[in-house]
């Protein structure tokens, strides 16, 4: 059975700091594509970041030079480094992984609310 299991988010104020941390079990890690969405009150889910098993990855323009993406396939565990945060940042994040055979798999999302 596979799980995703986020952490990390909370209340920050503009300009501050989290990092989001998204643990898998349950299939091969290393082969899997990973990546963070997130869904704002009344908007549709977009994707934020992802990183392929060979750590090539890609952002949304709205969050390129402020989010790092990263892996650890060492701890199977994907990660979101998100600096410069604004208020438009507030979203519930969501893990994914993508399976070899183009499944996803979605954790339960953690809420991010940036003050300003």
């Known amino acids: 059975q596979v799980q995703l299991v986020e952490s990390g988010g909370g209340l920050v104020q503009a300009g501050g700091s989290l990092r989001l941390s998204c643990a898998a079990s349950g299939m091969i890690f290393s082969i899997n594509l990973m990546g963070w969405y997130r869904q704002a009150p009344g908007k549709q889910r977009e994707l934020v970041a992802a990183i392929s098993s060979g750590g090539s990855t890609n952002y949304a323009d709205s969050v390129k030079g402020r989010f790092t993406i990263s892996r650890d396939n060492a701890k199977n565990t994907v990660y979101l480094q998100m600096n410069s945060l604004k208020p438009e940042d507030t979203a519930v994040y969501y893990c994914?992984?993508?399976?070899?055979?183009?499944?996803?798999?979605w954790g339960q999302g953690t809420q991010v609310t940036v003050s300003s």
């Open positions: 994914v992984m993508r399976s070899p055979s183009g499944y996803d798999y």
